[in-house]
């Protein structure tokens, strides 16, 4: 058995108008709380400014680019010690089909691949730290899967399209992850975090009626209330369980589990 004064709390995707409200809300409650990040001098902001609000210095970042696998890898490579709490945050959603340096479409790469790589990288720390819980910050934008056109190689670019595309993706691999991570005590959901500006959405002309603060609480309470230890699969918003219409093609799901290995 483990024993640690804090727990620790992984966020992607967290210099963003959610991501900080997260990690800002989970140091507030006293989670040592690492910030996995692109952009160093926006990862030094973000770590200081939750810092002086919180008062808790168990702050820090990693740097990490989400969307490349070996970044990913080297990240879970030079983790010490067990991660109770992985909160998959980041995405993006570029108006043009962009390609990483690896040749794969920056929306599934950053919004799907990055958080496949994310959970399978960091299994052997979570399982360190069992009862631990992962957390898939997804959307009810969600739709437009096709399991043949992932990278939209054959249908024509479209940010939004690619971006519910992204989000069904999210859902669908939190009822995978659920039955291959639940013998080790890893608890595995999905969540709409709320409506909230940011560049992500105003990327896909949505304004936002809810603060950062309102967007992170479904995703901080997934990560640190009892609920998102008790139930595994599942799909949240407003912190309500919600039935998620993905959920049931089993077929679907293990499909596109399999292609996300493959990558």
Known sequence: MVHRDKPVALVTGATGAIGQAIARQLAAKKYQVVLACRSEPK?????????????????????????????????????????????NNAAVTPRQREETPEGIELQFATNVLGYFWMVEAFRPALEQAAPARVVLVASYWAGDLDLSDLEFKRRRYNNNQAYRQSKQANRMLAVAWAER???????????????????????????????????????????????????????????QEVTCQFASNTDAIEQLYHICSSY
């Open 43 to 87: 990862a030094q902001a973000a770590v200081e400014a939750i810092k002086k609000v919180t008062g808790n210095l168990q702050v820090r970042y990693e740097l990490v680019d989400v969307s490349r696998k070996a970044s990913v890898e080297a990240l879970a490579a030079r983790w010490r010690g067990p991660l109770d709490v992985l909160i």
């Open 181 to 239: 991570l639940r013998p080790p005590g890893i608890a595995v959901n999905a969540c709409h975090p709320g409506d909230v500006s940011s560049k992500l959405s105003n990327n896909l002309g949505f304004g936002g009626s809810e603060s950062p603060d309102e967007g992170a609480k479904t995703p901080v309470w997934l990560a640190a209330e009892p609920a998102g230890q008790q139930r595994t699969g599942q799909y949240f918003a407003r912190r």
